[in-house]
């Protein structure tokens, strides 16, 4: 009979880690960890097992995994499915145990938490932090009697965790999920982590160190109703682009933002927040320039850098309305 190989597959943020740590605290074994940064989604395609493995899957979404599903499906794999993203087509087969929830108050740490009956509470809310679900994670957190200040610590953490997921390869970032996975693994409490692991600050002064060349940056383009700002192409601007459009968008509630930075030799990538006062027009306005995404949020992948003052004249006069709005 030949031996099993397991597989453990996750999202490289806090709450795909987060989860899989839980897991691998409650069932001890050595898998191989097929993990990447925030925007490597597709990763189960990465799995070679053979029949009778099994693979833990945390926090991708089983919509952009499915071929890959259902081939180790067919191939006789077992497959444990945990995850809050949408998961398209329901995918039934007798080697599948999947756990998918997609109600906003829950991401993948927590359904772990939850199948565990609370096991390693304390990781599942490193995952719930940094996944940005404070209130839930708040509320964990105070079932759980922590103090006020471990609580802290957990969020900083998983802020942290999660902030060193965004870049566009490895090297844009501190290090690389797989190896962070390594140094979480060692503690069954992550508050013993905070104590003995540099990491935990360095990750933190990182992260601190980004948002304030962020705060610092001025706009390339504005009026009443509309930022635009232009990046440079370093490894900073690459890993805080996601955090900068959250802050841009929460200080000024009735403005539209656009963030430019350069990806490929000529192109640039685009991505726009409608107002947050009136979440509508932003997938429009991407559309016309080969992009899409959804109506609060939205990006061009390839502009031209040629077509940059085009594009800012568009975002000039785009209507920012909500979708009830224009579709009564
Ligand atoms: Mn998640």
């Not at 952009?64 to 809050?84: C, E, S």
């Not at 962020?214 to 383009?221: D, R, V």
């Not at 991505?271 to 559309?287: K, Q, Y």
Request: hydrophobic letters at 40%.
């Amino acid at each position: 009979m030949p031996l099993t190989s397991h597989f453990d597959v996750c999202n490289g943020d806090a709450d795909g880690l987060c989860a899989i740590v839980q897991w691998r605290l409650h069932q001890p074994q050595a898998a191989r960890l097929v993990t990447g940064l925030k925007r490597d989604i597709e990763l189960l395609q990465h799995v070679q097992a053979q029949p009778g493995d099994e693979v833990l899957v945390c926090d991708v979404s089983m919509r952009r995994n499915r071929p890959a599903l259902l081939r180790l499906l067919a191939q006789g794999v077992h497959v444990r499915y945990f995850d809050h993203h949408e998961p398209g087509e329901a995918v039934d087969h007798p080697l599948l145990d999947a756990h998918v929830n997609t109600s906003s108050d829950v991401c993948t740490s927590l359904l772990v938490n939850r199948h565990l009956a609370g096991l390693y509470s304390a990781w599942a809310l490193v995952g719930v932090y940094g996944d940005n679900l404070t209130a839930v994670a708040d509320a964990l957190a105070v079932r759980t009697g922590l103090s006020v200040e471990d609580r802290q610590r957990l969020q900083r953490l998983g802020e942290s965790i999660n902030y060193n997921a965004y870049g566009d390869s490895v090297r844009d970032v501190h290090l690389a999920p797989e190896r962070l996975y390594e140094i979480l693994i060692r503690y069954r409490n992550p508050l013993d982590l905070v104590q003995n692991e540099p990491i935990a600050l360095e990750l933190d002064a990182l992260r601190q160190d980004d948002v304030a060349r962020a705060a610092a940056l001025k706009p390339y383009w504005q009026d009443a109703r509309g930022r635009a700002y232009l990046l440079s192409d370093e490894p900073w601007c690459r890993r805080v682009v996601g955090v900068l459009a959250n802050m841009l968008a929460a200080s000024r509630p009735q403005c539209a933002h656009a963030i430019l930075q350069p990806s490929s030799a000529g192109s640039m990538r685009v991505s726009v927040r409608a107002p947050l006062d009136s979440l509508g027009g932003a997938a429009t306005l991407c559309r016309q320039f080969g992009g899409d995404g959804r109506a609060g949020a939205a990006g061009i992948d390839h502009l031209p850098a040629s077509d940059m003052d085009r594009f800012i004249a568009a975002f000039s006069v785009a209507r920012w309305a909500e979708p009830s709005a224009v579709h009564p």
